[in-house]
C-alpha cells in the first residue's frame, strides 16, 4: 500500500548546528503536512504545502515540496532546545477509485534532540 | 476553545475486559480519525470517519471497533483487549480530508489517550 518514508529515525544535535528531516512517497501526492509532537504531548500542525516546488519558511523553519510532488523536506536552522521533539510528515494521497476518496499518511517521524 | 478531548486519558486494564475510548470534538468537522503510536512505528490509522454514519479501516483495525452515530463524537471500542495493544491512543479531526482549501484538511490532534492492557 500507500507508504511515506521518513528519515533519519533519530537526530541529535548540538544547539546551534543545522538539522534537516526527509519524507519520500512511491506515488505522487496531492499535499504534504508536518506536524510535530513535543515530548508527552501530542501532534501539532506545523504546514501544509500543495504546489510543486513549493517552499515555505516559518522563522528557522523552511519546508520544500519536490517538482514531482514525491518527496518533501523540513530544515531547521540553528537548532535551539525548544525544537526537540518528533516531526511527522503525513502525505495527502488521492485514492485509486477517484471520486473523494483521500487518504492521509504519516511517515514514522525523525526525532530531534537537541544538546544544549 | 476549539479543541478534541478524548477520555480517559490514562487506563490500565486487564485483558478480555471491554473498554471504550471516547472522543469528542466541538469544531463541527466531517473527518475522524484513530491512530495509535508505538516507539519506533509512528502513527498508525485504525479507524476514519468521512462523516456521520461513514466509517472504514484504516491500517491497523484488527481488534478496535468504531462508530459514528454523531458528527461530534467517534468513540473507539476494544472489545476484547490483549497486551499488544497497550499503546498511546490519538483522536484526530478536520474539516474534510479531501478539501484542498486552506486548512481544511488539517488534523487536530487529541491530548491521547495512554492504555496498558496486563
Known amino acids: 500500500g500507500q507508504q511515506v518514508m521518513q528519515i533519519p529515525q533519530y537526530q541529535h544535535v548540538q544547539e546551534g548546528e543545522d538539522f534537516t528531516t526527509y519524507c519520500n512517497s512511491s506515488?505522487?501526492?496531492?499535499?504534504i503536512q508536518w506536524y510535530k509532537q513535543r515530548p508527552g504531548g501530542h501532534p501539532v500542525f506545523l504546514i501544509q504545502?500543495?504546489?510543486?516546488?513549493e517552499v515555505k519558511k516559518q522563522k528557522r523553519l523552511t519546508f520544500q515540496f519536490g517538482e514531482a510532488k514525491k518527496n518533501s523536506s523540513l530544515h531547521i536552522t540553528a537548532t535551539q532546545t525548544t525544537d526537540v521533539g518528533t516531526y511527522f510528515c503525513a502525505g495527502l494521497l488521492e485514492g485509486s477509485s477517484g471520486g473523494s476518496n483521500y487518504k492521509l499518511t504519516f511517515g514514522k517521524g525523525t526525532l530531534l534532540t537537541v544538546n544544549p | 476553545e476549539a479543541q478534541v478531548t478524548q477520555n480517559p486519558r490514562y487506563l490500565i486494564t486487564v485483558t478480555g475486559k471491554k473498554l471504550t475510548v471516547t472522543c469528542s470534538q466541538n469544531?463541527?468537522?466531517?473527518?475522524m480519525s484513530w491512530y495509535r503510536q508505538d516507539p519506533g512505528l509512528g502513527l498508525r490509522q485504525i479507524y476514519y470517519s468521512m462523516n456521520v454514519e461513514v466509517t472504514d479501516k484504516g491500517d491497523v483495525p484488527e481488534g478496535y471497533k468504531v462508530s459514528r452515530k454523531e458528527k461530534r463524537n467517534f468513540p473507539l471500542i476494544l472489545e476484547s483487549p490483549s497486551p499488544n495493544q497497550t499503546s498511546l491512543y490519538f483522536c484526530a479531526s478536520s474539516l474534510s480530508i479531501h478539501l484542498m482549501s486552506s486548512g481544511a484538511n488539517v488534523l487536530t490532534f487529541g491530548a491521547g489517550s495512554r492504555l496498558t492492557v496486563l
Open positions: 504545502l500543495v504546489k510543486s516546488g
Open positions: 506515488t505522487t501526492l496531492s499535499n
Open positions: 469544531m463541527n468537522h466531517e473527518y
